[in-house]
């Protein structure tokens, strides 16, 4: 009997070949493609600056296409990573069966595929970021036992032409609906198309960024995914970020995910959240309370969370975000419920299910007890991270903060419970560290703590060098206050990073 699951799995590959993406074979594909008519395969990956390149074939029989996903291609690595030498660029780029998804704004019957990087010996490309993230979280499986679950938060502007008809409401767009929320349309269709790659959607909706300036509208929006492995996480936020990039095209609007579109107005985050899982069970919450094992995993991030801003905070413009009174991260902190904090603890819907009973009282039905849902939040990364890399340096994290002595003792200290917009709020928050206030601030902390991150050739010591290089290039100490009460200049650079990763 099909399951359930495969009968309502949005992407088509899923239902027709009646097995889970995970299942994939290269049989699998080359029989889809036969049967649908796909006249057209597109190899994808990520380069350097984040975004998805494209290599396109057009298989003419089968053997020509049996080559294709058997044997992949040869690309040129000096021309997507800097740190590849020209003189010996030659890369292989394999495609995974089980990221298949139809490309739902082709002319033609086309098959997308994500790939992986092979160095000319055959194996992975050690500096390869999708190389890097496998074996963190192969180590972290192996030394723990345990399983991470992650997803990102998607925000991101669209901008347009001023519509006078339903004027935005100034930094007031919380999930507000059509009319006023002009291109909820655009949203919709892209929680769709992106479900139909084999991104897991927890839900979108307009964000609190509105405004209008110069003739222009601006409107914030947000996709919200599900937990997945790691490498999941990864993929279906480099997808969707194609997606709606394509539907912004469509609809001749910008879509932006930079961290700051202009000064005084909401920026733009991508909030990681995360979870540990032991024989397959959230573990989470103990007795009713965070465990000791959420301690430590926030313990170790709090540790490297200024290092960990070389991969999630990676322009100039990241660093006009993590500014005090912006709800974005400043402090290395955490705390409850806390949206200023750097690692919030939501509400996980422990002990809740009466909740359902209550609001539904006619409803005799038996509810059962729901699993547990806790993670918690890093609210500092941004639409400029290096994906890949930065959930490689998570992972890295949360295994340092499991093997850290005195990790729970970290975790009490850095624990906020006061309103940090109170006057001994405030003077509370001043004998806490802060986060990088630019990226030269940022590539010093990663260098202080590469150990970390090269141990065991997870991250290659000439990956982090050159990092730590680019950060550097942008020569951009003392940032804030080089721009504070120029408009011009601020807004130039702005325009200048306005389609970072």
Wanted: proline share 5%; charged share 25%; aromatic share 8%.
């Amino acid at each position: 009997m099909l399951s359930d699951n495969i009968k309502m799995n949005p992407n088509e590959l899923v239902r027709l070949l009646q097995k889970p993406a995970a299942d994939f074979t290269r049989d699998d594909i080359v029989r889809f493609v036969e049967a649908q008519g796909i006249s057209m395969i597109n190899f994808r990956y990520a380069a350097e600056d984040g975004k998805l390149k494209t290599l396109n074939f057009v298989p003419h029989n089968r053997q020509h296409l049996v080559s294709i996903l058997t044997a992949g291609e040869r690309v040129d690595g000096s021309s997507l990573f800097s740190f590849i030498e020209s003189g010996s660029s030659d890369l292989y780029v394999i495609p995974r069966y089980r990221t298949a998804f139809l490309n739902p704004f082709s002319s033609t019957r086309s098959l997308e595929i994500l790939c992986s990087f092979y160095g000319s010996d055959g194996r992975p490309l050690e500096s390869a970021p999708e190389y890097i993230l496998r074996k963190a979280y192969n180590r972290f499986m192996q030394k723990t036992g345990m399983r991470i679950r992650a997803f990102g938060e998607l925000e991101y502007y669209v901008k347009s032409k001023h519509d006078d008809l339903y004027p935005l409401v100034d930094q007031k767009g919380y999930h507000q609906s059509k009319p006023f929320a002009r291109f909820e349309d655009l949203r919709v269709r892209a929680l769709g198309l992106c479900a139909g790659a084999g991104c897991r959607i927890k839900y979108g909706h307009s964000e609190v960024g509105s405004f209008t300036r110069d003739d222009e509208d601006y409107e914030q929006h947000e996709i919200e995914f599900l937990p997945v492995e790691p490498e999941d996480a990864v993929d279906q936020l480099l997808v969707s970020k194609w997606m709606l990039r394509m539907l912004g095209a469509e609809y001749r609007a910008e879509v932006s995910f930079a961290p700051k579109i202009t000064v005084g107005k909401a920026g733009s985050g991508m909030h990681i959240h995360m979870m540990l899982e032991k024989d397959g069970k959230n573990i989470m919450i103990e007795n009713g309370v965070l465990s000791s094992h959420a301690r430590k995993m926030m313990a170790g991030i709090l540790d490297l969370s200024g290092a960990l801003t070389a991969f999630g905070n990676t322009i100039p413009t990241s660093y006009l975000r993590l500014v005090p009174h912006q709800e974005a991260p400043t402090s290395i902190c955490w705390g409850d419920r806390n949206r200023s904090v750097l690692i919030r603890v939501p509400l996980g819907w422990n002990g809740a299910t009466g909740m359902i009973k209550d609001a539904n009282p006619s409803d005799t039905s038996e509810f059962p007890e729901m699993p547990a849902k806790q993670t918690v939040e890093l609210r500092s990364p941004d639409g400029s991270a290096d994906i890949c890399k930065l959930f490689a340096g998570i992972v890295v994290a949360i295994e340092h903060g499991l093997e850290m002595p005195d990790a729970l003792k970290k975790a009490e200290d850095l624990y906020v419970n006061y309103n940090i917009f109170t006057s001994e709020g405030r003077a509370r928050m001043k004998k806490l560290e802060s986060l990088p206030a630019s990226c030269w601030e940022s590539a010093d902390c990663l260098k202080s703590k590469r150990d970390v991150f090269e141990k065991d050739g997870i991250f290659p010591p000439g990956l982090i060098d050159n990092i730590i290089g680019r950060l550097r290039s942008y020569e951009d100490k003392g940032l804030s206050e080089k721009l504070y009460n120029k408009p011009e200049d601020t807004g130039a650079l702005v325009r200048k990073y306005l389609h970072c990763g």
